[in-house]
């Protein structure tokens, strides 16, 4: 099938009680992997691209393999997302080329300019047929060209439910990511965080059947880190969001869950073993491949964990 917006499936999310998988993709590997646990579950699907991504891959690029993952798997929905757009300009470029979702990221900005950018990407984006995330509070952490509040910070900067509902009716967005306390990155955190499910709480009592989006939602998987740090990385800090955590949150209104991180570890680590272990290899089909396997394994077990598995068919 064709390319999808979010709609439907944040519709069967909130209603049943899960999340879907929104991860971050940067070349054919890593979208293969993801597309490879979506379609031996029959899982939907939200493929990211963020602006460090277009960059690295030119978006002809990515755009033909996305579309390919689409076209072998015409029974799974899948989403284009533009992760983290940072000026009108951007989302109007993604809506031209053919993404099906796209984020305006105005939390830095005060509120009152927050809501007039993301208003009027909300007014493109609709006339052409494509839905619109914003955001509304400030996460922790580092990635890519974003950049949060420090960790020690993060539950002061949490998203304020009034200004939520004054938010989503001022612009008229299709999904919020809000700051619950999470963080970006694979340094997430100096010990284990608490998410505040009260703030998603308050806001889902303030605006029903609103899909809310969780970012900085990788989980920093110790197998990966523990391979990375064996074979020569240096990553022991790295802390993420518990598992549980998430599926909590996937339960209540959290509609769309972000992954990013957990993927880069995934691959990181399966080249680090093989080149550790292999030091002859030269072959990039020889420690890529592994790494897709890492990735299709990680995002299977993900899927679990969202409670999105096997519901392409409700999400379509």
């Given at each position: 099938?064709?390319?999808v917006?979010?709609?439907?499936m ?39 691209v ?36 940072d000026s ?51 996460l ?5 060209d ?40 694979a ?11 009260d ?70 680590a ?12 030269f ?6 491949g ?16 969202l ?8 999400c379509?």
């Amino acid at each position: 099938m064709p390319l999808v917006t979010t709609k439907k499936m944040f519709d069967a999310a909130y209603k049943n009680g899960y999340a879907i998988g929104a991860f971050n993709v940067n070349n054919m590997e890593i979208t293969q992997g993801i597309v490879n646990a979506i379609a031996k579950t029959k899982s939907p699907l939200i493929l990211q691209v963020s602006k460090g991504a277009r960059k690295y891959a030119n978006m002809n690029y990515l755009k033909a393999i996305i579309d390919v993952a689409a076209e072998q798997n015409p029974d799974i929905p899948i989403a284009m997302h533009l992760d983290h757009g940072d000026s009108f300009e951007t989302c109007k470029q993604c809506v031209d080329d053919g993404f099906t979702s796209v984020m305006i990221d105005g939390s830095h900005h005060e509120l009152e300019e927050n809501i007039a950018i993301t208003k009027k990407v909300v007014e493109y984006a609709h006339d052409h047929g494509v839905v619109v995330e914003a955001e509304l509070g400030q996460l922790g952490g580092i990635e890519e060209d974003v950049v949060g509040v420090s960790s020690e910070d993060v539950m002061k900067h949490l998203t304020n439910p009034d200004q939520a509902v004054e938010f989503v009716e001022k612009t008229g967005v299709d999904s919020l990511a809000i700051a619950c306390g999470t963080s970006h990155g694979a340094y997430k955190f100096k010990e284990a965080p608490k998410l505040a499910y009260d703030v998603i709480e308050k806001i889902s009592e303030k605006i029903p059947e609103f899909p809310l989006v969780m970012h900085g939602s990788s989980s920093v998987l110790p197998e990966f880190k523990d391979l990375i740090n064996k074979y020569g990385g240096d990553m022991p800090d790295a802390m993420g969001v518990p598992e549980e955590a998430i599926t909590e949150a996937s339960k209540m209104a959290i509609c769309k869950v972000n992954i990013d991180t957990d993927l880069r570890m995934a691959l990181t680590a399966k080249i680090r073993e093989v080149f550790a272990t292999n030091p002859s290899e030269f072959d990039p089909r020889k420690y890529l491949g592994p790494g897709r396997d890492a990735i299709e394994n990680m995002v299977l077990h993900k899927l679990e964990v969202l409670g999105c598995s096997g519901k392409a068919a409700e999400c379509r």
